[in-house]
């Protein structure tokens, strides 16, 4: 059985072949293998429950009511009176396989997860049962990524829940079997390929690494880069230093990453010292107080450190709604307090809207009338706008003022000083263009390189006279002084 758009439908076994049609989205449980953990009279109400498709999680905790979550509603259904005894709770960890390091276990066999909650003795008092789905279809959102001439890596970020590790399943599938890549799936908790030594059917002919201790997933990133040569590389939960170190060390090696990690827009990346580096890394620069004022900023700034390890990121606001972010573009503009462009893709009833609007974290959408022609942009190529508050929609400043004769340069200058913007905004808009506070012997136009526009030798504060100047505890002399 099957349905389109938001409401997902099950394929029967044995119907792998032919059962999803294109711009439509499908979804392969085995619902009945976690049941069977269940006890009997937890198991009866859910077999036949009008929820069932929807159905998310079972909790289990001891001394309280049995509950079941469903997609979207937000209250808990309790499943029974009676209460959690601790002969529930073994009796249903007899069924599963054992708890790793991250106290997750699995079915074999089946892409669900058995959480476990522990008191200070190490004993479980609670349990939480996920259910897992291979879903099919959802990567459709961003196929035309997936299938461009250069092999850009991915990194969704999205809330708990919102089906991350879902569609990194299929893009592992779609990579496989439909463009012939190389992939290799470092697995720590076996969410991805499902429990048991043979993976899942839901990843295709991807192959998949796992992980002994969660602790060690950055070795074995980087194990699978030195031993197994993939193309692609897919991990899920990216969330230590080490493992963000281990994501750019594969990308320097030309290997394509496709990772997730938790987070709802941009900002929160930007914001965490410990995952920056994935987009970049963010540092505290101090400008000279020709450059300050020229910018009309303060002399200290923050800027993009490095080039990205994931050029795109792709927040999951909803199962059916992904904004697409260049990063290096997106990054840059919210650090100078402007919006960039971004894509917002949704689907309904099967059909893909992609519209590239000014990003508002804040609202979780694009501007509201900013998807007008003029600000259209071809697929992935985004510009970012400094301060959208001002109305200077209608003037261009993509062009080259370096080549432009006086006359025709004031007049430029006239129409920004007509758009009722403010002096400082004036003057920000004529220093992007390099028109301000920089060399007059280059003659080129062009801002220089960041070292030489900032005019620093680092993001140290110390002068070149104090770099210089000897340090008498290290036995130096001074230069005499005149008697």
Known sequence: RGSTGNRLGVCGNGEEEGCIPEGMVFVRDDLDSILEVLPKDLRDPLVSHEQRMNLLEIIMDLGRKPSARFLGTRCDEVLRDELITEGDLRAAMDKLGDFGGDNRAGIAGTLHR?????????????????????????????????????????????????????VIREIARVLADDMHRRVVIVDTSNEIGGDGDIPHAAIGGARRMQVPDPSRQHHVMVEAVENHMPEVVIIDEIGTEAEAMACRTIAERGVMLVGTAHGQVLEN????????????????????????????????????KAPPTFPIVIEMRERSKWV???????????????????????????????????????????????????????????????????????????????????????????????????????LQKLAM???????????????????????????????????????????????????
């Not at 580096?277 to 540092?283: A, K, P, R, T």
């Not at 650090?335 to 059909?351: I, M």
């Open 114 to 166: 058995i959480s476990a909650i522990r008191n200070r003795n190490g004993g479980v008092v609670g349990l939480t049962c996920r259910v897992g789905r291979a879903v099919t279809g959802h990567v459709e959102m961003i196929r035309d990524i997936l299938e461009g001439e250069k092999s850009s890596s991915l990194l969704l970020l999205g809330k708990p829940g919102v089906g991350k590790t879902t």
């Open 433 to 483: 263009k390099g028109y301000l506070g920089r060399n007059q012997n280059s003659g080129s136009g062009r801002r220089p390189p960041t070292r030489e526009k900032y005019n620093i030798a680092s993001t140290r504060n110390v002068s070149s006279e104090a770099r210089q100047t000897p340090n008498p505890k290290r036995g130096r002399l001074f230069p005499k002084k005149n008697q």
């Open 269 to 304: 990346l930007m914001k965490n010292p410990t995952l920056s580096d994935l987009i970049g890394g963010i540092q505290t620069v101090t400008l000279s107080d020709e450059e300050a004022r020229n910018r009309g900023t303060q002399k200290s700034v923050q800027e993009r």
């Open 324 to 426: 697409t972010h260049l990063v290096e573009e997106s990054v840059d503009a919210l650090l100078q307090g402007g919006q960039p462009y971004v894509q917002v893709r949704t689907r309904d009833s099967g059909d893909l809207s992609v519209e590239t609007v000014l990003y508002d974290s804040a609202n979780g959408d694009g501007e509201e009338g900013s998807t007008d022609e003029g600000a259209r942009l071809p697929a992935l190529s985004f510009r970012s706008r400094g301060n959208s508050t001002s109305s200077t929609d209608s003037i261009d400043f993509t062009d080259d003022w370096s080549e432009t004769p006086g006359f025709m340069w004031a007049e430029k200058l006239r129409d920004i000083t007509d758009n009722n913007i403010t002096d400082k905004e004036a």
